[in-house]
């Protein structure tokens, strides 16, 4: 039996996090015969907008979605025929992350109309986002409700990044984490600097709690400590502002070095080359609702890794694994830091035993088994 699976809607070409995610999990799963992938990308502007080509292997088709009716309603014609199109003996429609555009319930409706299967891929829980804010809309509030009720009767299964989110979907859900590429266990280490280089990477959102991060980064320079932190990911120019503001007061300039957003190649190496990986978290329904992306990545490069205990985060390590702190604690972040860059027998340890646990439990071979296994049950 041949399996057709169309990953939408987002790209696993480039991008951020999630997108990296869902290309470990298709650089597995298309080594099986047997499966036959597509990229259905729907993108809000049209830049560098391609109608059909091929990355890597795998077939693109990138929509519009300019929020338009008349522009939405030629998208379903084009999805309609493009899943017509693609069709085998058993069709899969992935639909990764669902933010829930009203838009998207069409697609579905489209899907099922041409007898696919719909799984879902759900790394949040929509409620947990009302809590970003302070203030929601009634009306947002009652749409998110309506579409997470209409997510559950068009699903066909849901895998679920996160015990929390799983408990929403129940019986009709997997349990499936974060994921590393596996090409980084081959990258060898490059860097000759002396000074301990600690990494964070991602979003810089209030749930990663970076302004504490600095706080203690000015305690251990205040107190001599010698390293050097590197801060990768997506920022815009106003956060970056404020924190190069808080670079001059605290005097860190020398210490504190902004990446931006690397390609995949430069921020591989970066970890490769790094001592020390820290993923601190507030402790808030969002944060604990989902699972911190970077994590795998941190382990299998074999960096000692801090975190905070949030959500799913003690069920895959221990003590013997990483430093677990409390969410929102500067105390027990500095003295981990303390810890690691005075010790280097507790480095060597945390980064054995935690590249054993990333192989375990975030080995992307396994999971792309995985989701195989559970598309042909449904």
């Known amino acids: 039996m041949r399996i057709n699976i169309i990953f939408t809607p987002i790209s696993f070409s480039k991008g951020g996090a999630g997108c990296m995610r869902l290309k470990y999990l298709i650089n597995e ?28 292997n795998v077939r693109y088709k990138k ?16 999805i309609y025929k493009y899943l017509k199109f693609s069709k085998l003996d058993k069709n899969i429609l992935y639909f990764y992350d669902v933010n829930y555009n009203p838009f998207d319930i069409f697609i579905f409706i489209v899907a099922k109309m041409q007898g696919y299967k719909i799984v879902f891929d759900e790394i949040e829980l929509y409620y947990t986002k009302l809590f970003k804010t302070k203030e929601n809309s009634f009306f947002s509030i009652l ?3 309506i579409n997470q ?3 559950k009767i068009f699903s066909n299964h849901t895998f679920c990044i996160s015990i929390e989110i799983k408990k929403y979907f129940k019986n009709k859900s997997t349990l499936l984490p974060i994921s ?45 400590y010698k390293f050097r932190l590197c801060l990768s990911g997506k920022i815009s120019e106003n956060q970056k502002n404020v924190y ?4 001059k007061d605290y005097e860190l300039n020398e210490c504190v070095f902004f990446m931006g957003f690397l390609d995949s190649t430069d921020y591989n190496q970066l970890l490769v080359d790094s001592d020390i990986c820290i993923v601190p978290r507030v402790n808030s329904k969002f944060a604990n609702a989902g699972f911190p992306f970077k994590l795998a990545e941190y382990l299998i490069t074999g960096n000692a ?5 949030t959500g799913d985060v003690s ?50 071979t396994i999971q792309a088994n995985i989701i195989i296994e559970t598309i042909k049950s449904v």
């Open 29 to 56: 799963i298309r080594n099986n015969n047997n499966i036959v992938i597509s990229n259905l990308i729907i993108h809000k502007n049209n830049n560098e907008l391609e109608e059909n080509y091929y990355y890597d």
């Open 63 to 78: 929509l519009l979605n300019n929020n338009i009716i008349f522009g939405n309603l030629s998208n379903l014609v084009n």
């Open 143 to 145: 749409v998110i409700s």
């Open 149 to 151: 009720y209409l997510l």
């Open 180 to 224: 590393y590429d596996s090409n980084l266990i081959d990258l060898k280490r490059r860097s000759t600097n002396n000074e301990l280089t600690i990494v964070y990477s991602g979003s810089f959102a209030e749930k990663d709690n970076i302004t504490s991060l600095l706080v203690v980064c000015r305690n251990l320079m205040i107190n001599g």
């Open 244 to 247: 190069l503001n808080l670079l």
């Open 305 to 309: 890794v801090i975190i905070s205990k």
């Open 315 to 364: 069920n895959y390590l221990t003590s013997d694994d990483a430093i677990l702190i409390n969410p929102d604690s500067e105390i027990e972040l500095e003295k981990a830091l303390i810890d690691l860059i005075s010790n280097d027998k507790l480095r060597n340890k945390l980064s054995l035993n935690g590249k054993i646990k990333a192989k375990k439990y975030f080995n992307p």
